[in-house]
């Protein structure tokens, strides 16, 4: 089992920075492929970004792609969401969320994950 635990959603002016963190529990977390989605009210989960376990592999989407960084702090079992140039459109509550991964591929579903934090809020205003 894998316990994850959100952490650094906030608000911020528009251009802004915040830095999420995914804080894991229980097993060894780098075998653990990462991601993190996001969601407003009505809409379904959106997919932002993951990194793969062991290779470390990253994938983004396009419209965070240049703003947003993923990266892995393996002694803390943390992986962290680096967010800069914030847009009032990046407003929504931030999930991490985790699946065991072999490291060779990219995974951008929400059912592909079996884990999941508990969300946290990040409000951008403009």
């Known amino acids: 089992q894998v316990q994850l635990v959100e952490s650094g959603g906030g608000l911020v002016q528009a251009g802004g920075s915040l830095r999420l963190s995914c804080a894991a529990s229980?097993?060894?977390?780098?075998?653990?492929?990462v991601g993190w989605f996001r969601q407003t009210p009505g809409k379904e989960r959106e997919f932002v970004a993951s990194i793969s376990g062991i290779g470390g592999i990253l994938d983004y989407i396009d419209s965070v792609k240049g703003r947003f960084t993923i990266f892995r702090d393996g002694a803390k079992n943390t992986v962290y969401l680096q967010m800069n140039s914030l847009t009032a459109e990046d407003t929504a509550v931030y999930y991490c969320a985790a699946r065991l991964s072999d490291g060779t591929r990219r995974y951008r579903n929400s059912y592909e994950y079996g884990y999941w934090g508990q969300g946290t809020q990040v409000t951008v205003s403009s």
């Open positions: 229980g097993r060894t977390f780098s075998r653990y492929a």
